[in-house]
């Protein structure tokens, strides 16, 4: 009992630091005018969405490496689209059941685009590094000014995840730990 009385201290503690800094950095700038003109992109197509059913919005933001990725080219693929920041406890929390679930399903239909809301680049790749996430990673280094925080709704707060079908169509969201493994299980049968 006193094992999970810390383990719940420490993710409230974390989780009330995480959202103590994204509410301030919240109120200072979060209608810049990238972000208004990629919410109205969003809802100009009613097929386009956050909804369980709905084509997940498209994401282009470079790479480490500076090369520009998009969340379409991975079509063809389930793809885990995770948003999460190396600053963030709940999320670094969270990245060994990820990565424990990318090495099961590595070279099968599953891929997974991490989205960091970071603006560090070296804590960004040291992160990437220290938790040994071997997949595709994309940020602006713009933290909560970035583009995709209005077009995923993201000021409710990160770990976000969006599980997409191979068409992009959103198919489950927010999964974590075992609901992660279970339905990972469910759609690619291994």
Not at 18 to 36: D, H, L
Not at 99 to 117: E, P
Not at 130 to 141: K, V, Y
């Amino acid at each position: 009992m006193r094992l999970y009385h810390l383990y719940y201290c420490f993710l409230f503690f974390t989780f009330t630091n995480c959202e103590i800094a994204r509410q301030e950095e919240r109120q200072s700038k979060v209608t810049s005018n990238t972000n208004v003109a990629a919410v109205s992109e969003k809802q100009s197509d009613p097929s386009i969405g956050l909804k369980i059913g709905q084509i997940a919005p498209d994401i282009s933001l470079p790479d480490p490496q500076g090369t520009v990725k998009t969340l379409s080219s991975l079509r063809g693929k389930y793809i885990l689209l995770d948003f999460w920041a190396s600053w963030c406890g709940p999320c670094r929390f969270e990245n060994p059941n990820v990565v424990r679930q990318y090495q099961k399903y590595k070279g099968t239909d599953f891929d997974i685009l991490s989205v960091s809301l970071d603006s560090d680049k070296q804590k960004w790749l040291d992160a990437i590094e220290a938790d040994g996430m071997e997949w595709n990673h994309i940020s602006d280094l713009k933290k909560w000014e970035s583009s995709v925080v209005p077009l995923y709704n993201l000021a409710v707060g990160i770990p976000m995840t969006f599980l997409l079908d191979k068409n992009g169509v959103i198919i489950a969201k927010n999964l974590r730990g075992p609901d992660l493994e279970k339905k990972l299980e469910e759609i690619l049968k291994k």
